[in-house]
Every structure is written in structure tokens, then in C-alpha cells.
């Protein structure tokens, strides 16, 4: 059964660093997703993205976050400049559809700052 | 904005049983979409249930089920004859249906349930 993959599993860095999280979406799908979920709270959309653009952001996702769908398959999270607070499980998901439509979900990705 | 809310942190079953999660949320939208999804411990969360808003039939998918209550703005999951692969973190969520919304899900706190053998 197709699934979402994301690597790393777990990123280390120090504060002030750029990190880049990748995201390889189911292959048929065309909407993308980044969420995270910092220890002991909600799990909060970042971003969607939809024909190589943005299509809503949340108020987290500022100037210092961007993404990219580099080629046909990943699908990226880069952070410029990590602060404490970025520290966070990231999850992508994708989606064949945008309503009602069952987002897959990634294992995510452990970002620790230091 | 919307708001979802699990006001039941953990919850713990005897396998066989049923057990009831719970889940409000708060909108002035007419238009929208509800799911849980389930979250086990090795972390990839997946689908667990649906509901369109402007269906008055309540989902159910084997023995998952949902009492949707619109008036009430609540959303349970009903977990019939519980087993041990059920164990997992539950999360509610919200999804506005067209205008401005791209598929953003608003999800609740989350509630652990632990299936006892």
C-alpha cells in the first residue's frame, strides 16, 4: 500500500542553523500538507501547497519558513534559522483531493534545537 | 477561526467493550467536514472516520462510529467490541468545505486510549 515517507526521522541542530525536511507524498496526489505538533500539544497545520504554490498558510509560517516541491517526487520544508521554539515533530501528509478527502499522513520527522 | 476540543485527556477500556470519545468544536460555518484519526504509538496517523456537515446520517465505519450532533457542535467516536490494536491517541478534526480553505485540518488535544487485555 502506497504511503507517505519523510526523512530524517530525527534531525539534530543548533540554533540559528537551516534545516530542510524532506517529504516524499503518495504518487497520484496533489495536494501537500506540513503540520507539526510541539511535545504535549496540538498538532497545527503549517502549510498546503497545490500546483507548485502555496495555497494557505498559517500564522506560524512565517518569512523564515518556505517549501518546495523540487522535482516530481519530494516535497520540502526548509527553515532558515532554527529557534528553540521550531522544535517540534513535522508531519507532511498528501492528499488526492482537497475536501473530505483522507490526507495520508508521514511518520514525521523529529527536529530538535539546541 | 475554528476550535476543536477533546476534554478527556486519556480514556482506558476492557477489550470486548465499547467506550465513547468525545469532541466539540466551535464554527460559524455551515459548510464542513469532520474526521478522527488515529495516531499508535509508532506515530503515523491514519483515518479512522468521516463525516460530511450536511449529512444528518452519522458515519460508521465496522465498529467505529460517530454520534454527529450539529446543533450541539459535538462529534463522538464510539469504538464498539474494543481491541488491543486500538490503542493509540485519537484525534478530532475540523475541515472548512470551500471559500477560503485548502484542505486544513484543525485538530483537537488528542485523546490516549489504552485497551486493557
Known amino acids: 500500500e502506497p504511503e507517505v515517507t519523510q526523512t530524517p526521522s530525527h534531525q539534530v541542530t543548533q540554533m540559528g542553523q537551516e534545516v530542510i525536511l524532506r517529504c516524499v507524498p503518495i504518487?497520484?496526489?496533489?495536494?501537500f500538507y506540513w503540520y507539526r505538533q510541539i511535545l504535549g500539544q496540538k498538532v497545527e497545520f503549517l502549510v498546503s501547497f497545490y500546483n507548485n504554490e502555496i495555497s494557505e498558510k498559517s500564522e506560524i509560517f512565517d518569512d523564515q519558513f518556505s517549501v518546495e516541491r523540487p522535482d516530481g517526487s519530494n516535497f520540502t520544508l526548509k527553515i532558515r534559522s532554527t529557534k528553540l521554539e521550531d522544535s517540534a515533530m513535522y508531519f507532511c501528509?498528501?492528499?488526492?483531493?482537497?475536501?473530505?478527502?483522507?490526507?495520508?499522513f508521514g511518520p514525521g520527522t523529529r527536529l530538535t534545537v539546541l | 477561526a475554528q476550535t476543536v476540543t477533546q476534554s478527556q485527556p486519556e480514556m482506558s477500556v476492557q477489550e470486548a467493550e465499547t467506550v465513547t470519545l468525545s469532541c466539540t468544536y466551535d464554527t460559524s460555518e455551515n459548510n464542513y467536514y469532520l474526521f478522527w484519526y488515529k495516531q499508535p504509538p509508532s506515530r503515523q496517523m491514519i483515518l479512522v472516520i468521516r463525516?460530511?456537515?450536511?449529512?444528518?446520517q452519522n458515519a460508521t465505519e465496522n465498529r467505529f462510529s460517530v454520534n454527529f450532533q450539529k446543533a450541539a457542535k459535538s462529534f463522538s467516536l464510539k469504538i464498539s467490541d474494543s481491541q488491543l490494536g486500538d490503542t493509540a491517541m485519537y484525534f478530532c478534526?475540523?475541515?472548512?468545505?470551500?471559500?477560503?480553505?485548502?484542505?486544513?485540518?484543525?485538530f483537537g488535544q488528542g485523546t490516549i486510549l489504552t485497551v486493557h487485555p
Open positions: 463525516q460530511e456537515a450536511y449529512k444528518q
Open positions: 478534526a475540523f475541515m472548512k468545505g470551500g471559500g477560503t480553505s485548502y484542505g486544513k485540518l484543525t
Open positions: 504518487s497520484n496526489h496533489l495536494y
Open positions: 501528509a498528501s492528499s488526492e483531493r482537497q475536501f473530505y478527502n483522507e490526507q495520508f
